[in-house]
């Protein structure tokens, strides 16, 4: 990851404590840049253009890592976009799906495209109704 700059815009989400990775959403917008650490101001969603008054909290990541500061469990996820989030739900969810499906399914790293062919070659969907 490239050293964010003031300004710059995130996507972020809000899980609190022991809720998986679907959370809240917000926009998030670089506030102060130091040598470790970067602080993000956090807006609601629909409203992208950032005012003190809408602002509702602040936070602070690694610029390393992208991951939250904090002396307890992460409940902040930061992403480049709402795209790279929704990728990362839908990739987890042919993960659960693939493993429940096939008993001897080998977790691994695969791309979001390699599991959406493998589940029109398996004839499965993520959605209710399907076949697996």
């Not at 809720?19 to 969603?45: H, Q, W």
């Not at 429940?100 to 493998?118: G, I, N, P, V």
Request: glycine residues 6%; charged residues 30%.
């Amino acid at each position: 990851m490239s050293k964010p700059k003031v300004g710059d815009k995130f996507f972020l989400v809000k899980t609190g404590y022991n809720r998986g990775m679907i959370g809240d959403n917000y926009s998030a917008v670089v506030s102060k840049v130091g040598i470790k650490y970067f602080t993000i101001e956090a807006y609601p969603e629909d409203h992208p253009e950032p005012t003190e008054q809408r602002r509702i909290f602040e936070t602070q990541f690694s610029i390393d890592t992208k991951r939250q500061k904090t002396q307890m469990s992460v409940d902040c996820y930061l992403f480049d976009s709402k795209q790279e989030y929704d990728d990362m739900i839908e990739t987890l969810g042919w993960r659960q799906k693939f493993n429940k499906s096939f008993d001897h399914w080998k977790q691994r790293d695969y791309t979001l495209e390699q599991y959406r062919e493998a589940a029109k070659i398996f004839g499965i969907t993520l959605k209710g109704g399907d076949n697996a």
